[in-house]
């Protein structure tokens, strides 16, 4: 979790959802309350969700799925809007090279949110694709800025 | 959804929530609402759904994975205990034998609650996932009536 006001990023909040033991309908019940949770105490206006890479194993990519999908479902049941970023575009956006290694978004992470230490890597990657959500928000207002359409085009 | 007295089956309803167009979050959230709905009008005790088949496509079973999830969380919001079944478990529950095809598993789902007409496919295969609920709560609850258990065994 992160807020952003103009250009300016300020660290919230970061962790992780453990789904915990049981059979699969506990475990998405913890994560969908886990999330609940998250969103209650911090009141987020946005949601950003990586879009996942697919796992060469069906098994994994269906688990995979039904996370995701209630993950999702924690926003919307929140009426928060979602939007999905690919790994390759918050890479991009984080620390300018889409191909960076989890090492690198960490210590950009660290950098960006003048964090004490670096984030543990799934938090810095929950917290990297916030960050460049706040990025394209952003650059979308500062592009346009001042500019009026011209035969579809801004100028 | 059914009815389960004893042995006897009665038809509630049936159907399909259609998630429509839209952005990933908004077909989520149509599965999500349109089964809230079903949930509060009728009121279910318990949910079953099947095990699902896992699509050779990566990205169909992403998908199928984030939809079951969504479905999984209504029940789970609602506090209702979720079971699954494979549809070779329900086709053998249901049909007798667990290769059935459509037809066969349209048939009996229509003789077993005794409806005017066969039910489409997808309404079918979900009202013989829970008639396999039900057949599997009936034989759970004969076979231990009347009985003891000893040294661990019931007898």
Known sequence: MIES?????????SGCVKSGAGDLAARLKAILEGLNEVIAAHGPAEVAVEKVFVNVNPQSTLALGQARGTAICAAVIAGLPVAEYTALQVKQSVVGNGHANKEQVQHMVRQLLALPGNPAPDAADALACAICHAHGK???SLSTRGMRMKNGRLV
Chains 1, 2 share one sequence.
């Open 5 to 13: 006001a103009g250009t300016k990023l300020r660290y919230v909040a």
């Open 138 to 140: 952003q650059l979308g």
